[in-house]
């Protein structure tokens, strides 16, 4: 499975690239920083955006995009523009026919690191370990692409198993409503 992470940010978006053929085995392809200026109008900048993320989609060619959900924060206005960025990306991605997951930050570091609490630099130095890197990524959001991409490798064979699991659950809920359905009807018609 080859995922793209993106952490979403309208100054700084993270894009990393993962490989997984399968367990907890996981490969760096690529990561990356896409940049776009502060003074630059929202449209340009998502307009920058999206256009290095659609070119990420076409040379990487991955298999799903993991993006981080974005969460409440303090600043409003920091909320908007990441979740503006994560909305283009999921588009671009939809668009592209590629799946896409979230994944809340907590999430994210309890997988790479254990503990959904840890801090920037513990989830950095995970990465690196993880994926056996020469030196750290930076800044922190091409670390934190990274991390994204390997918790949804490490997470969707689990996910799909569960999903699996309720379709066939309910599946069974359907037919045991139906067969008590019947019954009742055969006591009613006696």
Do not use: Y
């Not at 940010?9 to 990393?16: A, D, P, S």
């Not at 390997?150 to 969707?156: D, Y």
């Amino acid at each position: 499975m080859r995922v793209l992470g993106v952490d979403p940010g309208l100054t700084r978006c993270g894009l990393g690239v993962v490989d997984s053929p399968g367990g907890r085995q996981v490969r760096c392809v690529a990561v990356d920083v896409v940049r776009t200026p502060a003074d630059a109008s929202l449209e340009r900048r998502l307009l920058a955006l999206g256009a290095e993320v659609e070119r990420w989609i076409a040379l990487h060619r991955p298999d799903v995009v993991a993006i981080e959900r974005v969460f409440s924060q303090h600043n409003v206005r920091t909320v908007m523009g990441t979740a503006q960025a994560s909305g283009v990306v999921a588009l671009l991605a939809a668009r592209a026919g590629l799946p896409v997951a979230f994944h809340t930050p907590s999430e994210v570091k309890a997988a790479v690191t254990g503990e959904g609490r840890a801090g920037k630099e513990q989830v950095t130095t995970m990465v690196t370990r993880v994926l056996r890197l020469a030196e750290a990524p930076r800044p922190a959001d091409a670390a934190d692409a990274l991390a994204l991409a390997i918790c949804h490798c490490w997470r969707a064979p689990m996910m799909d198993r569960m999903a699996e699991a309720k379709a066939r659950a309910d599946e069974l809920a359907k037919i045991h409503k139906a067969r008590v359905a019947a019954a009742a009807r055969e006591v009613a018609g006696r």
